[in-house]
């Protein structure tokens, strides 16, 4: 697989390289995880927007990201209506990115990502792991990306999000 001369590879591999887990996906599947990624539900977004859990989906929304928030304690985020729980999102989700800290938490996220039909990425930001579900989703054959902060990757990236126009074209297509 080609992939963009648009990023900094080098960066690239040294924040994948920050990941604990050994299972982290490489460059070209990274960059093909991002440049496919628009619609991202995001577990445990906070209220609080000087948290990495409100920076991190507020910039992706920057970026063009179509940001689901999902959080029991508040009504709208980033002006959104937020749901309760990952259950309560409708529609397809290319991606549920976790900021539910521990493995009992994280883990219980990565089992409810699993019943969603499209099998979306599971991405825990990091700091976060819970290695036993994430092997049974990737046993399942999901993409499970842990301890690892997509801002930081879409950084080293480049602008490689994709634009809802762009996915209206392609369906069309």
């Given amino acids: 697989m080609i992939i963009?001369?648009?990023?900094?590879?080098?960066l690239l591999m040294a924040?994948?390289?920050?990941?604990?887990?050994?299972?982290?996906?490489?460059p070209e599947e990274m960059h093909e995880i991002i440049r496919r990624t628009l619609r991202i539900a995001v577990v445990g977004i906070s209220r609080d927007p000087t948290k990495s859990a409100r920076r991190?989906?507020?910039?992706?929304?920057?970026?063009?990201?179509?940001?689901?928030?999902?959080?029991?304690?508040a009504d709208r985020i980033l002006g959104k209506e937020v749901r309760r729980s990952l259950d309560e999102v409708e529609g397809e989700v290319d991606m549920v990115m976790v900021f539910r800290p521990g493995p009992g938490?994280?883990?219980?996220?990565?089992?409810?990502?699993?019943?969603?039909?499209?099998?979306?990425?599971?991405?825990?930001?990091?700091?976060i792991r819970s290695d036993e579900a994430a092997a049974e989703a990737r046993a399942?054959?999901?993409?499970?990306?842990?301890?690892?902060?997509m801002y930081k990757v879409h950084r080293a990236l480049?602008?490689?999000?994709?634009?809802?126009?762009?996915?209206?074209?392609?369906?069309?297509?």
């Fill in 105 to 127: 938490p994280a883990g219980e996220v990565i089992r409810r990502a699993m019943q969603r039909p499209e099998k979306p990425v599971i991405w825990l930001q990091e700091g």
């Fill in 158 to 173: 480049g602008d490689t999000l994709r634009r809802a126009e762009v996915r209206t074209e392609g369906a069309a297509g």
């Fill in 56 to 73: 991190v989906p507020s910039y992706l929304a920057a970026k063009g990201a179509d940001i689901v928030p999902i959080n029991p304690h």
């Fill in 140 to 149: 399942a054959g999901f993409v499970v990306i842990q301890d690892l902060c």
């Fill in 15 to 26: 924040e994948l390289a920050i990941s604990s887990d050994p299972e982290t996906p490489g």
């Fill in 4 to 10: 963009d001369d648009l990023y900094d590879r080098e």
